[in-house]
């Protein structure tokens, strides 16, 4: 059976550049410790990004935030931090409670009652939250998702008791606080983390077969047999989707599936404890070009207390975690074709911010908030293919959604909900020419804007952007504004008036 409205899956990564993804074609990527590598053995082969970004469409100007948390407030809410206050990592506007109390991270579901979750349910969607959900006190519960496969979140569950030891905890020793990995006993230089690859942490939200709201993975005799050391969470998250497409499709509903990976942040090596914080290994992967299809290794690790064999896995890498995605959204794809509902399905594909220690975190030039943006709908005859250089923002995808899910009123009425974001669908669907004047970003109170000639990162710099560099990062720096034609003092004029409009970082910052 097939849904009348479009099924939609948004895959959302971590820390990955643009300049990673081999279709962008820039001149340099991430390879092991160089972060200019040229080696193309240390790029990610993606054959399934590769289909998308060509019979789809794919955009060169695509923006977020430099760091994770703000970024996926931006996604969930169509809206920047002067209505959301999630201005940067450890950075949040409080919130009073209901007891009087202030509390230190306001949820978003308060300073912007329209989530993505929300907008899919009140147009009948059936939805799932797979992945890392970074909501800090927030419940997941009041996001808009019927069902979820997380993280725990630290702030209020335990570790899973499936994994004690694949964990980073501070414990006192000799009277001072330390990290230490609970497999080996032995510190770590790392931050407080629990595994999400290798032996994971798992929690389910609303799953079936559950009694309880929240409970941790495995859940079953039957899964609880075969977890272990072997046990990789990406797959964990992947065979929960496919199967929620499946029911979905049974029960006749279109499904809207948010997946916010792991896959391309760095982690504890838990597995290869002598690494430390890098790249862990994934399974090998093999691509058939003959069949368009992949063979996952069959992975047997043993050992214990930080010692370990292992067979089928890689040799990890920002390349390996990339091309793990591909594989993925290959089993997606592969599974919709046999549901029938390829055709009926709109895959949008993007990353958070910029890549660990090249862009993450910068406020220099565009490298923190550009991000790869990639939309494939093979039946929903596109007007637009291929390479697109026209801007595009994460926070358009909640407008774009209400108009894919056919749920505009949730948003115009009874009064406009107001948001930042722009409705990217058509363009994409009719030959509308031009998408928006300016993508904006920000650290804190250090604001971010592009347009369309010009650009002005979060040092203050000014850049020339009307053509578009081979790195996506070189571009002329401005230093004679009187010897350019007028146009671009006046964008610049009204680039640092969209500014001034959402510089309420020092006055605003709070949201009671």
Request: glycine share 8%; net charge negative.
């Amino acid at each position: 059976a097939q849904a009348t409205k479009p099924n939609i899956l948004v895959m959302y990564i971590d820390d990955v550049s643009p300049r990673e993804l081999g279709f962008y074609n820039a001149p340099s990527w991430v390879g092991g410790d160089n972060l200019e590598s040229t080696n193309e053995n240390l790029r990610a082969k993606t054959p399934m990004l590769d289909m998308f970004a060509r019979d789809g469409a794919y955009f060169t100007k695509a923006w977020a935030a430099p760091v994770c948390s703000p970024s996926r407030a931006m996604l969930l809410t169509g809206r920047f931090a002067s209505l959301t206050k999630w201005w940067y990592n450890r950075d949040y506007g409080t919130f009073t409670n209901a007891q009087g109390e202030t509390e230190e991270y306001v949820p978003l579901y308060l300073t912007s009652p329209i989530l993505v979750g929300h907008l899919a349910q009140k147009a009948g969607y059936k939805t799932m939250w797979a992945g890392k959900p970074g909501m800090k006190t927030a419940d997941l519960r009041e996001f808009g998702f019927d069902e979820g496969v997380f993280l725990p979140n630290a702030a209020f569950k335990p570790a899973s008791p499936y994994s004690p030891e694949f964990r980073i905890r501070r414990v006192t020793r000799n009277g001072e606080q330390v990290r230490i990995n609970m497999d080996t006993g032995k510190r770590a230089f790392t931050g407080l983390q629990r595994s999400f690859f290798w032996k994971p942490h798992m929690d389910l939200m609303n799953f079936p077969g559950t009694t309880e709201d929240f409970t941790y993975w495995p859940h079953t005799d039957e899964l609880r047999a075969e977890y272990g050391l072997s046990t990789y969470g990406p797959d964990v998250e992947s065979e929960s989707i496919i199967d929620f497409m499946t029911r979905s499709n049974d029960e006749e509903k279109p499904f809207f599936i948010f997946h916010n990976s792991k896959l391309g942040h760095k982690a504890f090596n838990f597995i290869q404890p002598e690494k430390g914080n890098d790249y862990p290994p994934t399974p090998k992967l093999t691509w058939n070009e003959a069949t368009s299809s992949y063979t996952r290794s069959e992975v047997t690790i043993t050992g214990s207390a930080g010692v370990y064999e292992t067979e089928g896995i890689n040799d990890g890498g920002l390349h390996r975690h990339i091309e793990y995605v591909d594989y993925m959204l290959w089993q997606y794809v592969e599974h919709l074709k046999a549901l029938g509902i390829m055709d009926n399905t709109i895959i949008i594909f993007a990353s958070d911010n910029g890549t660990t220690e090249w862009g993450k975190e910068s406020s220099e030039r565009q490298k923190g908030p550009h991000v790869p943006f990639v939309v494939y709908a093979p039946g929903m005859e596109l007007t637009k293919q291929g390479r697109q250089e026209e801007l595009v923002h994460v926070v358009d995808l909640l407008p774009t959604l209400a108009d894919i899910m056919g749920a505009e009123d949730v948003i115009e009425e009874p009064v406009k909900y107001k948001r930042h974001g722009l409705n990217l669908w058509p363009y994409l669907t009719t030959s509308k020419p031009r998408h928006r004047i300016m993508v904006y970003s920000y650290i804190r109170d250090i604001q971010m804007i592009r347009g369309r000639v010009v650009m002005r990162d979060g040092n203050g710099n000014w850049w020339r952007v009307d053509e578009e560099v081979e790195d996506y990062d070189s571009y002329p720096p401005i230093t004679n504004w009187s010897a350019l034609p007028v146009k671009f003092r006046n964008e610049r004029n009204n680039l640092i008036r969209i500014m001034n409009k959402y510089d309420v970082y020092h006055t605003q910052h709070d949201y009671i």
